[in-house]
């Protein structure tokens, strides 16, 4: 597989500087508001423009994108703006008419990359084509669906790759449309380190209200850039009318990020930090010691249930452990949520050496 292209060789040098801004409705409705849309975000400095024409939606009979035609508003934009352009396409018939009409970005929905079938007809369309593509985080949070995705473009010769974290749908209601689940994209970042990450506040938030929050949160773990959705009516907007912004709230909320730098070159600075880092590896392996010994009385009592035969699940214990390492937790200023995530995977793993030591012979 060839080696993933730098952002600089698909975007102008002067677009680097974080965060990217991709940004454009939604949907595009029709040729005046896609226009509009576009020329007030260029006022604003934003030279990447997104608008949907074939929006996959949950459900049927909702407004499923204005089709082919909005591919000449597209083209228009970009004519009389200079702006580039990037839609969404979710099968082989959409790639060849984007490709034709000159879409400089594709990207892949959230929807199509939990599709290995569909993501293999695209990249099939894709062959030779070397297009920057964006690849949308799957619904569900399964990384290795994401990571399927974008191997299957990178098999096909396509270097100019992305990936944007969108969120996870999520059964239980949160403030949140779909839960963010940082953890995904940094294990993301970790396996594939060239790959430029992008964050989608939109989706994620559902709700113009989380955008700021949720955008600085991603400049802060140093993804590259961000893909937002801009209207220039969002109320009025034909799809995901609560979390579009107007071109000049979104220039605002830009202007309130705050960015750090993703790399430290002053050595003071990076004397203090690798000092703490330090104290941070201590701390972690101190962790996995006391782990490791909790693991070691565990298999002690293991063989003692298995000598007399008491079943490995003890319910009214394991609630008790649980209550109680929640309030001591709390006392430490640790929230529930966090303390109960911990022991519970503590749990699980203790059981596992308490199995395995039942079923030896
Ligand atoms: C979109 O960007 O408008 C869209 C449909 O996104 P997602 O695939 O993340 O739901
Ligand atoms: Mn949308």
């Given at each position: 597989?060839?080696?993933?292209?730098?952002?600089?060789?698909?975007?102008?040098?002067?677009?680097?500087?974080r965060?990217?801004?991709?940004?454009?409705?939604?949907?595009?409705e029709?040729?005046?508001?896609?226009?509009?849309?576009?020329?007030?975000?260029?006022?604003?400095?934003?030279?990447?423009?997104?608008?949907?024409?074939?929006?996959?939606?949950?459900?049927?009979?909702?407004?499923?994108?204005?089709?082919?035609?909005g591919?000449?508003?597209?083209?228009?934009?970009?004519?009389?703006?200079?702006?580039?352009?990037?839609?969404?396409?979710?099968?082989?018939?959409?790639?060849?008419?984007?490709?034709?009409?000159?879409?400089?970005?594709?990207w892949?929905?959230?929807?199509?990359?939990?599709?290995?079938?569909?993501?293999?007809?695209?990249?099939?369309?894709?062959?030779?084509?070397?297009?920057?593509?964006?690849?949308?985080?799957?619904?569900?949070?399964?990384?290795?669906?994401?990571?399927?995705?974008?191997e299957?473009?990178?098999?096909?010769?396509?270097?100019?790759?992305?990936?944007?974290?969108?969120?996870?749908?999520?059964y239980?209601?949160t403030?949140?449309?779909?839960?963010?689940?940082?953890?995904?994209?940094?294990?993301?970042?970790?396996?594939?380190?060239?790959?430029?990450?992008?964050?989608?506040?939109?989706?994620?938030?559902?709700?113009?209200?989380?955008?700021?929050?949720?955008?600085?949160?991603?400049?802060?773990?140093?993804?590259?850039?961000?893909?937002?959705?801009?209207?220039?009516?969002?109320?009025?907007?034909?799809?995901?009318?609560?979390?579009?912004?107007?071109?000049?709230?979104?220039?605002?909320?830009?202007?309130?990020?705050?960015?750090?730098?993703?790399?430290?070159?002053?050595?003071?600075?990076?004397?203090?930090?690798?000092?703490?880092?330090?104290?941070?590896?201590?701390?972690?392996?101190?962790?996995?010691?006391?782990?490791?010994?909790?693991?070691?009385?565990?298999?002690?009592?293991?063989?003692?249930?298995?000598?007399?035969?008491?079943?490995?699940?003890q319910?009214?214990?394991?609630?008790?452990?649980?209550?109680?390492?929640?309030?001591?937790?709390?006392?430490?200023?640790?929230?529930?949520?966090?303390?109960?995530?911990?022991?519970?995977?503590?749990?699980?793993?203790?059981?596992?050496?308490?199995?395995?030591?039942?079923?030896?012979?």
């Open positions: 597989m060839k080696d993933i292209a730098p952002l600089s060789t698909w975007i102008n040098s002067s677009d680097l500087k965060p990217i801004v991709i940004a454009g409705p939604c949907s595009a029709t040729s005046e508001q896609v226009m509009q849309a576009a020329v007030q975000l260029k006022s604003h400095g934003i030279n990447i423009f997104r608008a949907g024409i074939w929006k996959p939606r949950t459900r049927p009979n909702g407004f499923e994108g204005v089709g082919e035609k591919l000449a508003w597209l083209q228009e934009v970009k004519q009389k703006t200079g702006m580039m352009t990037a839609t969404e396409v979710a099968n082989a018939k959409h790639v060849e008419l984007a490709l034709a009409a000159g879409i400089d970005i594709l892949i929905g959230a929807r199509t990359t939990v599709n290995p079938f569909a993501v293999q007809e695209i990249a099939d369309a894709l062959q030779y084509k070397n297009v920057p593509v964006m690849v949308k985080n799957p619904m569900n949070p399964d990384l290795n669906l994401w990571v399927g995705a974008l299957r473009l990178r098999n096909v010769g396509i270097t100019k790759l992305l990936a944007i974290h969108r969120g996870f749908s999520n239980q209601k403030k949140y449309r779909n839960e963010p689940q940082w953890q995904i994209a940094i294990e993301l970042k970790r396996r594939i380190p060239n790959l430029p990450i992008f964050c989608d506040p939109s989706h994620i938030c559902g709700n113009r209200r989380y955008i700021q929050d949720v955008s600085q949160t991603s400049m802060d773990l140093n993804y590259h850039g961000l893909l937002i959705e801009a209207h220039p009516n969002p109320k009025e907007a034909w799809s995901d009318a609560q979390q579009q912004l107007t071109p000049n709230n979104l220039s605002k909320m830009l202007d309130n990020l705050v960015i750090r730098d993703a790399e430290v070159n002053n050595k003071n600075i990076l004397d203090t930090l690798g000092e703490l880092r330090a104290m941070i590896d201590l701390c972690d392996n101190q962790l996995l010691d006391l782990i490791e010994k909790r693991m070691t009385v565990v298999e002690k009592i293991g063989e003692y249930k298995k000598t007399n035969n008491i079943a490995v699940l319910n009214k214990r394991w609630s008790n452990i649980l209550r109680r390492i929640i309030k001591k937790g709390k006392a430490k200023g640790l929230s529930e949520d966090v303390v109960s995530t911990i022991f519970k995977a503590i749990h699980i793993e203790s059981i596992n050496h308490q199995t395995k030591i039942m079923n030896e012979d």
